[in-house]
């Protein structure tokens, strides 16, 4: 279990990298990617050094969230199980690994 806490945090880690860059065609930050060169590219740094500030569409912030949630239950099962007791909690991490199946890295065993 101790590779798939590692890998699940890996995921997350690169979820987390992900999420500046991801939001929905109906953000407002389109709007603001109409001037000329100069205000694009600052718009765009701002975008992806705090994309709360600039995208209103709400996407990144609620990617965060969800990847924030993942990562408190992947840290407690590893809390858990360093401290020799998991509850019967051993099917938790096969299930979140589950929607990350298709990337690299991801092992047959800890299918569900």
Do not use: N
């Amino acid at each position: 279990m101790d590779d798939l806490v590692r890998w699940l945090g890996e995921q997350l880690d690169e979820d987390t990298r992900a999420a500046s860059s991801v939001h929905t065609l109906d953000c407002d930050i389109h709007a603001h990617l109409e001037g000329d060169a100069e205000s694009v590219r600052a718009t765009m740094a701002m975008f992806h050094q705090a994309p709360g500030l600039v995208c209103d569409c709400g996407v990144p912030a609620r990617m965060l969230r969800e990847i924030d949630g993942k990562r408190r239950i992947v840290d407690r099962y590893a809390w858990l199980r360093e401290h020799g007791d998991t509850g019967g909690t051993a099917w938790v991490l096969p299930l979140l690994a589950l929607s990350y199946a298709g990337r690299p890295g991801y092992r047959e065993e800890w299918r569900p």
